[in-house]
């Protein structure tokens, strides 16, 4: 499958019948497949060969040492999560093996003063670094540039739609975004049915910023009941529609089905996967003022959705 490909600085550059133009081709792609790349982002290279470092000396320690970052119990979002210890086909009610992953995940870099008691106790949780050389400067500097990557994204999501670009910066004044690094490890013989990398699932949030590992392949979207490999693209994000997005535009835009299969003899993948959410209090209602959906809180909706995916 080849994704559209929406350049954000040529949008961003644009004026007049040009911009209008992108933004109803960005509105297209968003109704369709809910899937794109993303070029013209303007994040610096070095910031991505960073954190590319990190993550790979982090996952190339013996288990023993990654486990040190664990989550503290069992439904904490941040830290390492071993193999075999999540399903994300569950957040869609389907029951499967657990999925052949493990992740480092870390949450926002800034609590605002008046955050709730259980905002503070999922999602402003501190994340607990490894202790490797430049791993936090790495992480740290990378999410900041995703956070404001995410937000140039929303202000192309209000023209697409029609509304004023600044007309989701209310709702991202504190934004409780994730980042997750991925590694799958090599597959053998797959043995057990329906075990994927990982299961059919739709993101949760707003938006995902994906970055695959160069040359690596293993993403599949499915469109019409049929799965369809995506590949990795070059110096390009691979951005998705998430369910909150979805319901925010009453399913005017799509949020996906995707996976990472599993299939006899892969070699290792990794993949950085940014998962941007509004903040914890922002009230998500359709946009077209119907009640077809009744109003979310952003923070609460998250925390259920990711408590569902747990072995």
């Known amino acids: 499958m080849t994704l559209a490909t929406f350049d954000?600085?040529?949008f961003e550059a644009a004026q007049g019948e040009a911009r209008t133009k992108a933004a109803a081709e960005l509105d297209r792609i968003c109704r369709e497949t809910g899937f794109l790349v993303l070029t013209g982002h303007g994040v610096p290279q070095d910031k991505i060969d960073a954190v590319w470092d990190a993550v790979a000396r982090f996952f190339a320690q013996p288990p023993e040492d990654k486990a040190r970052v664990a989550p503290p119990e069992p439904g904490a979002p941040y830290g390492w999560i071993g193999p075999l210890k999540e399903a994300l086909a569950a957040s869609k009610g389907v029951k499967t093996p657990p999925d052949l992953k493990e992740s480092f995940n870390g949450g926002p870099l800034h609590m605002p003063e008046d955050a709730s008691a259980?905002?503070?106790?999922?999602?402003?949780?501190?994340?607990?670094?490894?202790?490797?050389?430049g791993f936090r400067t790495a992480w740290d500097a990378y999410y900041a540039e995703l956070e404001a990557l995410a937000a140039r994204i929303m202000a192309a999501f209000a023209a697409a739609?029609?509304?004023?670009?600044?007309?989701?910066?209310?709702?991202?004044?504190?934004?409780?975004?994730?980042l997750r690094a991925l590694n799958y490890p090599a597959t053998g013989e797959v043995a057990e049915a329906d075990q994927q990398r990982a299961g059919a699932h739709t993101d949760y949030g707003t938006l995902t910023i994906l970055l695959p590992q160069a040359g690596s392949s293993g993403l599949?979207?499915?469109?019409?009941?049929?799965?369809?490999?995506?590949?990795?693209?070059?110096?390009?994000?691979?951005?998705?529609?998430?369910?909150?997005m979805a319901r925010w535009t009453n399913n005017a835009w799509v949020s996906t089905l995707h996976r990472v299969v599993a299939k006899p003899n892969q070699?290792?993948?990794?993949?950085?996967?940014?998962?941007?959410?509004?903040?914890?209090?922002?009230?998500?209602?359709?946009?077209?003022?119907?009640?077809?959906?009744?109003?979310?809180?952003?923070?609460p909706y998250l925390m259920d959705k990711f408590q569902s995916t747990g072995t």
């Open 8 to 10: 954000l600085a040529a």
């Open 118 to 133: 259980d905002a503070v106790a999922f999602c402003y949780r501190p994340t607990p670094y490894p202790d490797l050389d």
């Open 161 to 178: 739609l029609n509304l004023p670009e600044d007309y989701f910066d209310r709702y991202i004044q504190h934004p409780i975004s994730a």
């Open 220 to 244: 599949q979207v499915q469109r019409d009941g049929t799965w369809l490999d995506v590949a990795a693209p070059d110096d390009a994000f691979v951005i998705n529609i998430g369910d909150l």
């Open 267 to 299: 070699p290792p993948r990794k993949s950085l996967a940014y998962f941007h959410q509004p903040d914890w209090e922002a009230e998500i209602r359709p946009l077209d003022g119907s009640d077809d959906y009744p109003p979310v809180k952003s923070g």
